[in-house]
């Protein structure tokens, strides 16, 4: 391993997300394990800005693995967009003899990464943390599997309401340009249809499965909504349209919102957070740059930021099949 690497710092940057704790844990764990220092950044590129870190040992982490959100908090930063907020992050860095960072979050916390690492040729690592999985180089981001559980929770509670009195229910949860929480949480939930962005179902498609539903006995429905669907400018111009052209459906919308982010982590969110920790500063100490890591097949693997952030995750094809048939 590297003898350059004296000291890593870690943050966490955009939307938390169940897991990032227990990365931040791993993170500090592992540079203790290999004799490193670490420190923790608060609130992100903007605290890197500022300068608000805090010297960080394995006794600072512990309590945390089952807790939601980030200890070291976010936020997102504008300064850090300019050559001159980089500026002010590099200085702080350097000042406080940092070599290396591992930042946890998404695209948009990589780019900075990467623009980080282009102008200063500082080692920079990255960690997907977002509940939407929509990160390419890794088959699950932190706190997707925990997301998934939460809604499906929710949906169930949301049936139980929808069966008393014979309601049709659209509930929306997150995914703004991915439809993986919608599309695995409608299979799990039972939902009578899925609506993701990455398929265009179209209203007259919508209503026909509606009424396909209703001729078959079914009194309540759900259909499970991404937010970032395009059949309809929201979901509750859905809900207008099908009074509109069903007025015999009593029609109900739930927007679950930031409830998906909050929470313990699932086992598989802190297992997933642990390795990927442990892999990020251990990769860093080998002399690796620039790159994320990552479940792939089942492995954990290094990608390149630069992919990452520029290509995007897919939904899985034949899953969508699968949703069509249980669905139908």
Known sequence: MSNKIKKIAVLTSGGDAPGMNAAIRAVVRTCAFHNIDSVGIYRGYEGLIEGDFEEMTARSVKSI?????????????????TKE??????????TAEIDALVVIGG??????????NKE??????GI?????????????????????????????????????HSRLFFVEVMGRDAG?????????????????????LGLDRLLESLKRSKQSGKTSSIVVVSEGDKIGKNVFELKDYVEENMPEYDVRVSVLGHLQRGGAPSCFDRVLASQLGVKAV????????NVMVGLVKDEIALTPLNKAIKLKSEVDMNLVRVSDIVTY
């Open 282 to 289: 251990e990769s860093l100490l080998e002399g690796k740059t």
């Open 128 to 164: 997907p943390g977002t509940i939407d999985n929509d990160i390419y180089g890794t088959t699950y981001t932190l706190g997707y599997d925990t997301a998934l559980n939460t809604a499906i929770e929710v949906i169930d509670k949301i049936r139980d309401t929808a069966s008393s």
């Open 107 to 116: 695209d948009g916390s990589f780019t900075g990464a990467l623009a980080l």
């Open 65 to 81: 693995v089952n807790k939601g959100g980030t200890i070291l908090r976010s936020s997102r930063s504008k300064e850090f967009r």
């Open 180 to 200: 993986h929480i919608a599309l695995n949480v409608g299979i799990g939930a039972g939902a009578e249809e899925i609506l993701i962005p990455e398929e265009d």
């Open 85 to 94: 907020g980089r500026a002010k992050a590099f200085k702080n860095l350097t």
């Open 120 to 125: 200063y040729n500082f080692p920079v690592i």
